[in-house]
């Protein structure tokens, strides 16, 4: 699920470039030749063209109408597909957070300390991203980075930095 995410992400991101970059285009090419913007300048009617018509389709033709429609949709899908995306990685943030407090719950019989729960949810889920850690337990993201140095010096765990995203805990196999 986390590689989807990933894949997702480079998605959105070389579609926010795609249209970065048309957007560009649109206005070096097209709208380049706005009024204001034309080789004549602003002069209104006093000197210059006087048929209001020609100088519109001049200065508006077809094809800029078009190319504006198809900007505005980029930036529409773009914007779209940027609020799903926050959308199911709140949702997906969310349900793991939770699952992992299903996990981490204290014992009955007895007291558990924070560090045991988070070795126990390790346990059970193999990696966890330190900003989940930091949620779950309601903790300093400080405070996550000594728990994970501590798990590391007892030989239990090591912190993997990846390159994208947040660092993880990683959970040692016995062999």
């Known amino acids: 699920m986390k590689k989807e995410r990933i894949v997702w992400k480079l998605f959105f991101l070389a579609l926010a470039i795609v249209a970065i970059l048309h957007t560009a285009v649109h206005f070096v090419l097209i709208e380049g030749k706005t009024a204001g913007f034309t080789n ?3 002069s209104g009617f ?4 006087t048929s209001i018509a020609e100088e519109l389709f001049e ?3 077809i094809g800029a109408s078009l190319s504006r429609i198809i900007v505005l949709s980029e930036w529409l899908f773009v914007i779209l597909l940027g ?3 926050y959308l199911g990685m709140t949702k997906d943030f969310n349900k793991e957070i939770n699952d992992l407090k299903e ?4 014992d009955k019989k007895g007291y558990t300390t924070d560090l045991d729960r988070l070795y126990e949810m390790l346990k059970n889920r193999k990696r966890i ?5 930091a949620k779950v337990f309601d903790v300093n993201p400080d405070l996550v980075k000594e728990w994970s140095e501590t798990l590391e010096i007892g030989g239990l765990a090591s912190v993997e930095y990846p ?3 947040d660092a993880e805990l990683v959970l040692k196999e016995s062999k």
């Open 59 to 61: 200065t508006y033709p």
């Open 83 to 85: 609020v799903f995306l």
């Open 163 to 165: 390159r994208i995203g």
């Open 40 to 42: 004549e300048g602003i």
């Open 103 to 106: 996990i981490g719950l204290p």
């Open 129 to 133: 991203e330190f900003r989940v850690i």
């Open 46 to 49: 006093t000197v210059g063209k």
